[in-house]
């Protein structure tokens, strides 16, 4: 390969001459960037998808069995809401800060340390299942949501570090990572279904999945550490400003040096697209989504189905053919504004979607009863979620110099989970507004 770069105002050329790139034997880079794609959302799949064991934990202690519908308890009516805050905020402090120090921790610690401590709360979680928490049930929730907070340290340090890593490599890695981010979410809603038809009730279906993150956890860990010793990771890892030490260049040093501002100029509709795409789609999914109730509750549909289902089942799958279209056919770089405008015309999802059949609620009325209504709109949610955040990802890291994607793919993900956290609050206040 032959690269040319030139300083501003000067008429020298430079070469760098880099060895081609050697083949990724067997694909594991690949799919190694798939299992991280899984791992950077898989506590929050896993955590969201487990709503029936988490209904049943914070359940009124008078009632020994199952859960009122309509009448849910304070916390079991706002629980997700606290589970969207408590792991979006620190969320979105660490990505600034992983934005602000990108370079001060070695890639492979951004990445093997944030799995480690994963792990480590993941297990800690699958120990307390079996527990009972009824005699000290505030103590428990206090206990979950400080879990939660730190889970949303190490998943913005891992969530940074693979976006990072993923802009050195070419666009289909990155690509396949985004494909494995909402894989994470099909995964939990076909564990917690299998386990539901096993009759399992929502403590032992909860031990499954838990037991499940851990293992994908570890299995993930393994995967990255084999593919250190790749002659292709390796090469890529070696950006223009390492081969800088070869031979004297003047715009690759400019360019890496230039302040987050000055990048943030390049990509803003992409960035902006990101922030708002995950606004919505967390302001509803799972906060509001979790409170639809189906028309009849005389059949399976209409009994523990139907949120596994029709909810978190249904956004993952449409989530995942969005992104999986977005990665094959993304918004051109030249319509990046049209890209921008779609993802701010899906705040209209809100209004549906409280409009629908949920529950409790106390002031709005119910205007879309059916289920067709409701599974319709999740499926919309879902695909323009998948597509919106592909389309962004892909053409806003690729639509830098090679120098500064890396920077740029942190910066996406900073604004990402900003996102993150405006739906969390987001949610919130909709609960109450119905």
């Known amino acids: 390969i032959n690269e040319e770069a030139s300083s501003e105002g000067s008429s020298t050329t430079n070469e760098i001459y880099v060895h081609p790139p050697p083949p990724d034997r067997y694909k594991l880079v690949y799919l190694t960037f798939g299992l991280l794609g899984i791992g950077t959302l898989l506590p929050w799949n896993f955590f969201i998808t487990a709503n029936d064991f988490w209904m049943y934990k914070f359940r009124s202690t008078t009632n020994t069995t199952c859960v009122h519908t309509y009448n849910k308890t304070d916390l079991q009516a706002a629980f997700t809401s606290y589970l969207a805050v408590a792991n979006n905020v620190p969320y979105v402090i660490f990505l600034i800060l992983c934005t602000l120090y990108n370079n001060r921790l070695s890639k492979m610690l951004r990445i093997i340390m944030p799995l480690i401590v994963m792990f480590i709360l993941f297990a800690t979680v699958t120990a307390c299942v079996e527990v009972n928490t009824d005699s000290w049930q505030m103590g428990f929730f206090s206990l979950t949501i400080l879990i939660i907070i730190i889970l949303g340290v190490v998943s913005a340090l891992l969530n940074a570090g693979v976006t990072g890593v993923a802009s050195l490599l070419p666009a289909k890695y990155m690509h396949i990572m985004v494909l494995g981010q909402a894989l994470a979410g099909v995964l939990a809603a076909v564990f917690q279904i299998l386990s539901l038809l096993g009759h399992c009730d929502s403590v032992k279906s909860a031990l499954i999945y838990f037991f499940a993150a851990d293992a994908v956890i570890v299995f993930t860990l393994i995967a990255y550490g084999g593919i250190q ?201 909709c609960i109450q507004i119905i």
Not at 306 to 318: D, G, H, I, Q, Y
Not at 327 to 341: D, I, T
Not at 375 to 390: E, P, R
Request: contains cysteine; charged residues 10%; proline residues 6%.
């Open 229 to 429: 010793k790749s002659t292709f990771f390796i090469h890529h890892m070696c950006t223009i400003k390492d081969a800088t030490v070869l031979k004297d260049v003047a715009e690759p040093q400019i360019m890496t040096n230039l302040s987050i501002f000055v990048l943030l100029k390049m990509i803003w509709p992409y960035a902006v697209s990101v922030l708002i795409t995950f606004w919505v789609t967390i302001g509803i999914f799972p906060g509001l989504s979790v409170l639809a109730l189906p028309e009849t509750h005389d059949s399976l549909w209409g009994g523990k189905l139907f949120l596994p289902l029709t909810c978190f089942l249904m956004f993952n799958v449409s989530d995942l053919c969005g992104r999986a279209v977005g990665g094959w056919l993304p918004v051109p770089q030249s319509r990046r504004m049209q890209l921008l405008s779609a993802c701010i015309s899906r705040i209209a999802f809100f209004p549906l979607i409280m409009l629908s059949n949920l529950h409790p609620r106390r002031n709005l009325p119910i205007i879309f009863p059916s289920d067709i209504y409701f599974v319709a709109f999740m499926t919309l949610l879902g695909f323009t979620n998948g597509y919106s955040v592909a389309s962004a990802l892909l053409i806003g890291v690729k639509s830098v110099s090679p120098s500064l994607q890396e920077q740029a793919g942190v910066i996406l993900s900073a604004f990402l989970g900003g996102g993150l956290m405006l739906g969390a609050f987001t949610s919130y206040i």
